[in-house]
């Protein structure tokens, strides 16, 4: 037990042996009155010994709620991040497709003329949702290969058609 709750108890005892408090006057509710007024000054003092200890106990507990906090708070930022990028990513897909589409039916539709080397960006275009596609081409006798790039903020996805031409 603490040093300072040992010396309060001793003078506990002492004012009761002082004012001869028995059990039954203490039941009674008689001498109370010097005894409380006694009680009081010691556990003022014993309280004034032991200045600060609630402070620095209270700022333990509030730093580990802090730190158990910022925690939480770092790991819902990252799955709110992976989620932005997600779907960016499935925008940047969906670009890619949609100049595929184009590409696949420029040629078979709208008699495009397949050049006889490898080109780049053979068709482009910046969509109404803000991303974008460019269409790359390549030859490889009696093949042909179309690769569309789609890019939203950043993040970029392809796809390919390879097919043999007639």
Same mark, same amino acid.
């Given at each position: ?11 506990? /005892? ?45 700022? /333990? ?28 990513? $499935? ?31 053979? /068709? ?40 043999? $031409?007639?």
């Amino acid at each position: 037990m603490n040093k300072a709750f040992k010396n309060f108890f001793k003078k506990v /005892f002492n004012i009761f042996k002082k004012y001869k408090v028995s059990s039954e006057n203490l039941i009674a509710g008689k001498a109370l009155r010097p005894l409380n007024f006694n009680l009081m000054i010691i556990m003022s003092n014993l309280f004034k010994q032991q200045r600060g200890v609630i402070l620095l106990l209270t700022m /333990f507990i509030l730093t580990g709620i802090l730190v158990i906090t910022l925690t939480a708070a770092d790991l819902v930022l990252a799955g709110i991040r992976m989620n932005r990028l997600t779907g960016y990513s $499935t925008l940047a897909f969906f670009a890619s497709e949609a100049g595929l589409e184009r590409s696949l039916w420029e040629a078979r539709k709208n008699g495009y003329v397949y050049p006889d080397i490898d080109t780049p960006n053979v /068709f482009t275009s910046d969509l109404a949702n803000a991303s974008s596609y460019k269409v790359d081409f390549a030859t490889s006798s009696p093949n042909v290969t179309f690769t569309s790039i789609g890019d939203f903020s950043g993040a970029k996805r392809s796809v390919e058609s390879t097919y043999e $031409t007639q």
